[in-house]
């Protein structure tokens, strides 16, 4: 019973201090150098979008295959 108070009450403050941390990050100077990396990565064309979601649905399918073949 006392570890179910003390992850409920630490929980949110683990989800606290990890937004902060996040967004701290993101307005630092070296997200624009992150945000043109993925500029160049992704052009807008048609087939960078079906790459991109076939690359997407391998990974989710090969995430979710030991739980699929062990269940």
């Avoid at 108070?5 to 996040?22: F, K, M, Y």
């Avoid at 992150?34 to 979601?53: F, Q, T, Y």
């Amino acid at each position: 019973m006392l570890w179910l108070l003390l992850v409920t009450a630490v929980d949110p403050l683990e989800l606290a201090v990890g937004a902060a941390a996040s967004a701290a990050a993101a307005l630092t100077a070296r997200a624009p150098r992150r945000a043109a990396l993925l500029r160049r990565l992704r052009s807008g064309h048609v087939g960078d979008h079906v790459a991109w979601l076939l690359v997407g649905t391998a990974l989710l399918g090969a995430l979710t295959l030991p739980g699929v073949l062990g269940g």
